[in-house]
């Protein structure tokens, strides 16, 4: 593969920043950052993309996840264990993602989104307070089933990962969009980490595009965390409504033939 332009480095620099800015919101930078690694490196291998997603991912994921919990203080009791098992899946996930093509998971993420959505759309009252639906023990094991579960999808492909874990933290456990949020940074740097415990020995990581859509990400996800916490709950969920919408729309155009 050639080296990439400086245009090209400042269009996926650009990108990086939105999907990081996106992510410490909300959640699913990655269905505006891998996107733009698709459309600014098309001679990269889908395992290369993949890899240099996580690669600039962590770095926003860690830092978003550090200003959540200095502002938010999520119970970390609940957040560390789905993290750990996020980990394993995510490595887990990882070496099915080596063999699996990326086109035969984008039905699977829209009728997702579509369910997410329109749940949230229609349930106006969700993720205002938290409401826990589950405690002790119970609760913590199926705080650590979304994880394992998620982790596993974003391993393997990995967009809208954090969409999944706000809503996963939001519906089935009861929290509000800004204690979710929180929680489901910290299970995303897990994955990413999971991730990239398999791609870096591969050597799959493009350090070059890397090291700029990195320090892009971290930036927008120092913002991005800042403005939700700042903002709070109601601000987060409405950002999360558009953002899924934005995705549906992206991924059931992608597969009508509408654009790339």
Do not use: C
Not at 135 to 153: D, E, K, N, P, Q
Not at 163 to 190: P, R
């Amino acid at each position: 593969m050639s080296d990439p332009t400086l245009t090209t480095l400042a269009f996926l620099g650009a990108a990086a920043f939105v999907a990081g800015w996106i992510d410490a919101v909300v959640g699913g930078g990655g269905l505006v950052q891998l996107p733009a690694l698709l459309i600014g490196l098309p001679g990269a291998s889908p395992a290369q993309l993949l890899a240099t997603n996580k690669f600039g991912s962590i770095f926003g994921t860690a830092t978003s996840s550090v200003t959540f919990y200095r502002r938010v203080r999520p119970d970390l009791r609940t957040a560390l264990p789905m993290a750990a098992v996020a980990y394993v899946g995510s490595i887990g996930g990882a070496l099915i993602g080596l063999h699996i093509p990326k086109s035969a998971f984008y039905p699977i993420i829209l009728v997702l989104l579509v369910l997410v959505g329109g749940y949230t759309l229609f349930k106006p009252d969700l993720g205002k307070e938290s409401i826990r639906r589950f405690h002790g023990a119970r609760h913590t094991v199926l705080a650590m089933l979304t994880g394992f579960t998620i982790g596993v999808y974003d391993g393997a492909l990995g967009p809208g990962t954090g969409s999944f874990l706000v809503f996963a933290l939001v519906g089935l456990l009861g929290y509000n969009f800004l204690e979710a949020s929180a929680k489901a940074k910290i299970a995303n740097f897990a994955t990413n980490l999971g991730a990239l415990t398999v791609f870096l020995p591969m050597g799959l990581v493009l350090f070059k595009v890397g090291v700029i859509i990195a320090g892009a990400n971290l930036l927008g996800g120092y913002v991005g965390a800042r403005t939700a916490v700042a903002r709070g709950s109601g601000f987060v969920r409405v950002v999360f409504v558009l953002v899924v919408t934005a995705f549906i729309v992206k991924i059931g155009g992608s597969l009508l033939g509408w654009w790339p």
